[in-house]
């Protein structure tokens, strides 16, 4: 929220300042500068003034070109402390500082010292005047034509510079899979395209709870906006402002005002918009471009993530379909394998797993006893202890969820297939099916295992009733070291009360 002592005023008006064309003047004569700024004073190209820096030696020179690298034009002599002190400036200019768009006019009064159909193939210049032939008007002729020529130049470079940026900005929106992380890298990354002075604002469509219809809540701000996160927008912007959004998002379309502009974007089921909203000077036809390209290319990214998200939510309700069919059989709830999942990423957490890694576990930790599909329904479910014969049958449905799962080459399989095959592997090697010791067992077999038994003893089976939580808890401490890494039975207990919060939100 914004402090009372806080003031943030919004620009009225765009301002616009006007940028003047830098000019260097490189001469050992004091004369030739003053007369150049007399004839040139007043000078203006695109309504744009000239600003001189003068240097009068080829040093001189250097230290100017070196501090001051949006020269647009450099008026060049030839002959200074040395015959070639010109044209070692001019090598200078071009390989050594690597300045190739400023536009380079010799000027000479000694013409045989450096001939023009020498210098012009051996030297970067960009023209060639004999001073006595530079009258007023060729001088603003020339100034004309090479300032036109340094503007089509930058232009082709800030369209490269531009599309770079695009690419760059976009493929980092790419790689955000969430979608508040998504929201604040297209914020940042436009900033980067086009320049955000004062930041941008991401503005999303709430519904209203007294009636129909949507709001739209500052939802993600940078810059002088932060203030304004989670204030609807009808209260918080300048009403110009908020009737730029209003428009943009009944139509459905980006919108430009003059001080600021709005980008909208839709999902293919029209049922989420995003709104970014930037107070900046008119944008130039080139940043419009820029802006346009980077719009299509935050739209495909907004479609792609909405579908990715689409695909997995399918993906993993069939894991949990397919995980709930094996408990069914065994007569299990089907929010037992959800159990486990929760807790088999809040374990893995703790454990050091990144985000990603421990949300993987949390998908795969389902599929732990997928191989109870394949044990005959008279050993599954038989309420008494087994016998040997049976024990061995029913040992295979580790092995057996395995070999389903590993025949799919997606890393989730992958890993659900580990976890298959080692959630009864024993800390101690005592388990099953391989007899794995210690460290052999992989870190997500022993998260699941602990997972798995702890909300097992906790709830109702066919075979048993729910353990008291001190009875699980002397179970789980007693088997630290034997059946458990003790490392997990430690972070078990210290986030005890997280675990038992995700088994009383999903109970059987």
Known sequence: MVQDDEVFEFAVEPTLAVEPWHVLIVDDEPAVHEVTRLVLGNFRFEDRPLRFHNAYSAEEARALL?????????????????????????????????????????????????????????????????????????????????????????????NRQGLERVIAASAHIFSHQKSHEFASAVLAQLGNVVGLARGALYCKPVERQTDDGEDLLVAAATGDYSGFINQPVDTALPQRIVDSVHRAFERKENLFAEDHYVLHFTDSHSTESLLYVGETPRLRDVDFKLVQLFCTNVSIAFENLHLNHELFESQLEMVYLLAGAAETRSRETAN???????????LGLAAGMDEQEAAMLRFAAPLHDIGKIGIPDAILNKPGPHTPEEALVMR?????????????????????????????????????PRALKGEQIGMAGRIVALADVYDALGSNRCYKKAWSTEEVQGFIRGQSGRKFDPSLVELLFARWDEAEDIRSRLPD
Not at 336 to 346: F, K, P, T, W, Y
Not at 422 to 428: A, C, L, M, Q, Y
């Open 66 to 158: 070196r501090a001051t690298p949006d020269l647009a034009v450099v008026l060049l002599d030839v002959v200074m402390e040395s015959d070639q002190a010109g044209l070692e400036l001019v090598k200078f200019i071009r390989d050594e500082i690597n300045n190739h768009f400023v536009r380079i006019v010799l000027r000479t009064g000694q013409p045989g010292q450096a001939p023009e159909h020498e210098v012009i193939t051996n030297y970067d210049i960009n023209d060639y005047k004999d001073k006595t032939e530079l009258t007023a008007q060729k001088l603003r002729t020339m100034m004309y034509a090479t300032l036109r020529a340094y503007r089509d130049v930058m232009q082709i470079e800030r």
């Open 336 to 346: 037992h394998v959800r159990r486990v999942g929760l807790i088999s990423e809040l």
């Open 396 to 432: 295979t449905h580790a092995e057996l969820g395995a070999q389903m799962l590993a025949a799919s080459r997606r890393p989730l399989m992958q890993l659900a297939a580990q976890v298959a095959r080692e959630h009864h592997e024993n800390w101690d090697g005592s388990g099953y």
